[in-house]
């Protein structure tokens, strides 16, 4: 399923970047030790063990990818801002946490 990227998306590489690409190809060699867990025949328990263990890191993935672009793309979007302004920009950051 391919997504249309928006008008005002742009190519850029964050510091976090090659962290994240780590963690997920880490991940994707992780999912095809599953696949041949399942293939083998190994315990159901097992293998959603590891599931769970792929799944996590996936999850950190985004939620680490999330909190970049919070901190530098919105922050770039928006401009400077006075302390009263910030307000509601520093609350949906925070919120954001719990992703």
Known sequence: MEVEAPAHAHTHVHETHPEIV???KRADGHLR????????GRPCV???QQL???EKAIAQAKKTLI???LDHC???AVGPLAA??????????AIARYL
């Open 52 to 54: 769970h263990a792929v």
């Open 22 to 24: 780590k963690r997920l």
């Open 84 to 93: 009263g302004d910030r307000a509601a920009i520093d609350e949906f950051r």
């Open 33 to 40: 030790s599953v696949i041949e867990m399942i293939e083998s």
């Open 46 to 48: 097992d293998v959603a």
């Open 67 to 69: 909190h970049d672009h």
């Open 74 to 76: 919105l922050e770039g």
